[in-house]
């Protein structure tokens, strides 16, 4: 990978020139709306829902916010997540990078420790440029992992499953080989690249809205038709004076990404920075997965995790450089955590309503906009009745249909 | 219902008429594309594939057609499926007739016996015009099923599974209240009102032709861009100069339906007649639920069914006004039926790979352009080099998540 010390300020500028290079390589993916998870996000929950919750019992009544979801599909991007655009931009900077090529680089190969998305998407982008990509990968992991690592073309190292095996392993590669480590999410090159997405996500939800206006809402209805400010402001009561936003005009108000090492959510914050846009991060709270929330808290990244959310994706620790860019530089305005069965719910609404295909990680956004009454008081108290327009990022698509049987078997079913 | 004599002729021109009439109600859904399912419909299957099938063992090597699909999205459709197409037009159909809401018909409602997404989609048709809605629905129905009928607001009336006891439960509601019948798929205005998908495939498509045209392809990637015909051409053998159709210049050439009862495939038989679009029927073979095509075979309209195959809305025999579209004025060219097996092959791939949501009753038609030989033989040979684009119609996103678990538990994955 590029020297970090070498690699572009993290600014938006930077992002946008990630965006030049890694266009030709990725997916423009779609920004769609969802009536029924619209409806669903601007409905007040029964106060009988919060029972068992950190929100039980309290004076208020459930929070009643006028949200518009726009759903930014990276579950539709190539090898089904987000992470093909942070490999295939680390690829262009090394190619980039003085004496790289003449050195043998491309012959040298890339080396990374991943069993997850960023595993493919290296591989598919090493493959795309005709370099070997060596990934190391816990020995116990599930042979569909395998399989479809090695079908881009990857040679597949095994090691233990620990984080000092796989550096081990990942060193011995280095060392034999040559070939140049891409880590999944701590690095500037990373960083820029995942942060395309919160550009064609504010830019594509702005053409939206501004196409929604000239051609407003009459009995018509068409595929993904957003709710207009009007329906939505009818219904809602006027804001507090206190505290109240000015609602920008055809522009996203906020985006919910999901957090794991922070390597997208760093990047789409830095797509923001400047516009107004306000970003949060999204965990599980199960077993301390909420790590980079209780570091953003306390002042204090956490450094080790040790989680078994059902929201695999985000089980890793905030990696150091989304830590500059998310904390030190306060990028990120906050965090909101939920629950297993939150992430559960807001998946089967997705796949049942939606008739989109995301993995658990990729439902955390939608859940904190659903069931997160921190994060739905704040959309009362701050938009008011002209209500949020919310991007939520969709991060990945890739669900094992074998686990949706222990996800939704036996009479859970009942709740929705 | 209205009275099946004073319907529309069953032409192109009254699906137009229809589509004016439900337009204002129903989703345009999108027409998208998918490289990964084109590719996998465009290559061989290797001899070993088709051990256990009946092709096993024939001298010609396995069919190499070049197929370009173009998936007509109904899972994104309003309740999840094409049906709300014929339900609005149904009841457009009613308020225009002579004395229908001067007789009280809006008070007296409408009725229908339905366990299925006819069921829901005349609801929410009935709702959305003030009407009240009777369903008849078997004792033994999923309590899902009842709960979203009811969601819509139409009354649940129970009867036996048999279709007698259903059709008395009918007549009974119609004695008592004076309300309507509007039957699920075999009559005319349900069959031109199903028929309108078939028009937005058909313009969707060639614009997405044209345009993909004035932008060619390079290094770039874009959402669903579709494969082109110069890149399918150059992998491709010449076509035999025998039976090779010539190739019509941005417009579809076959479109591939789900055939139950036959309201949509005849009603997207009439919207291509005359333009040259070739139609067929896809059917699951188990237990004989390719009743369509055994009686378009022998020329003998097959009344009764009895199968449990896994794609449920397919267990209907065809019935009269389709099958007179379909058979007796030919407007259907023939069927194709699949297994099982490549039903549940097919679904997969879909949740996998395409990230939607399918029933499997909507896998039907992209099973037939993967594992039928006769279809994929009849591509090669006709389409040659240049290949076909071919419409799927993905009929409905109704899957029940409790039922996945049992489609695609224990090790059947590692065959995909």
Redesign the interface.
């Known amino acids: 990978m590029a020297d970090p010390a070498t690699s572009a300020p993290l600014t938006r500028a930077s992002v946008q020139a990630a965006h030049d290079l890694v266009?030709?390589?990725?997916?423009?993916?779609?920004t769609l709306t969802n009536a029924t998870l619209t409806s669903l996000a601007s409905t007040a929950r029964r106060p009988e829902d919060l029972v068992g919750t950190e929100w039980e019992g309290r004076a208020q009544p459930p929070a009643s916010p006028a949200v518009r979801l726009w759903f930014k599909c990276e579950?539709?991007q190539?090898i089904?997540a987000f992470k093909v655009r942070g490999a295939f931009h680390a690829i262009e900077k090394l190619k980039q990078e003085p004496g790289w090529l003449a050195g043998g680089g491309k012959e040298k190969g890339v080396v990374t420790h991943s069993s997850g998305n960023h595993a493919q998407a290296l591989a598919l982008a090493a493959r795309t440029n005709g370099i070997p990509a060596y990934i190391v990968m816990p020995d116990i992991s599930p042979?569909?992992k395998i399989a479809a690592t090695r079908g881009y073309g990857a040679k597949v190292i095994f090691s233990g499953s620990t984080s000092v095996e796989r550096e081990a392993a990942a060193a011995k590669v280095i060392e034999e080989t040559g070939a140049r480590l891409v880590p999944p999410y701590d690095h500037p090159d990373i960083v820029l690249g995942q942060g395309t997405l919160g550009l064609e996500l504010q830019e594509d939800a702005a053409r939206m809205m501004t196409e929604a206006e000239s051609d407003p809402p009459?009995?018509?209805?068409?595929?993904?038709a957003p709710v207009t400010k009007q329906e939505r402001g009818e219904r809602k009561p006027e804001p507090s004076s206190s505290g109240a936003k000015t609602k920008r005009r055809n522009q996203l108000d906020i985006i919910l990404a999901p957090c794991g090492g922070g390597g997208m959510l760093s990047g789409v914050a830095l797509s923001c920075e400047g516009t107004g846009v306000r970003v949060f991060g999204c965990e599980p709270s199960f077993e301390g997965a909420d790590d980079a929330k209780r570091g953003f808290e306390s002042g204090t990244r956490v450094e080790t995790v040790k989680t078994l959310t059902v929201a695999d994706g985000l089980r890793t620790p905030l990696g150091r450089v989304p830590w500059s860019v998310i904390y030190e530089r306060r990028l990120v305005e906050g965090f909101y955590s939920v629950t297993e069965a939150e992430i559960r719910d807001a998946l089967?609404l997705v796949?049942?309503r939606?008739?989109?295909?995301?993995e658990p990680s990729a439902a955390v956004p939608l859940a904190v906009a659903l069931y997160n009454e921190d994060f739905r008081a704040l959309v009362e108290r701050e938009y008011g009745a002209e209500g949020a327009d919310v991007g939520i990022v969709f991060s990945g698509?890739n669900?094992n249909?074998?686990i949706?049987?222990s996800l939704?078997?036996g009479g859970e079913?009942?709740k929705n």
Chains 1, 2 share one sequence.
């Open positions: 266009r030709p390589f990725v997916h423009h993916t779609p579950n539709l190539r089904g042979p569909a009459s009995g018509k209805c068409s595929f993904a089967r796949l049942e939606f008739k989109m295909v995301i698509g669900l249909l074998e949706l049987g939704f078997g079913s009942a």
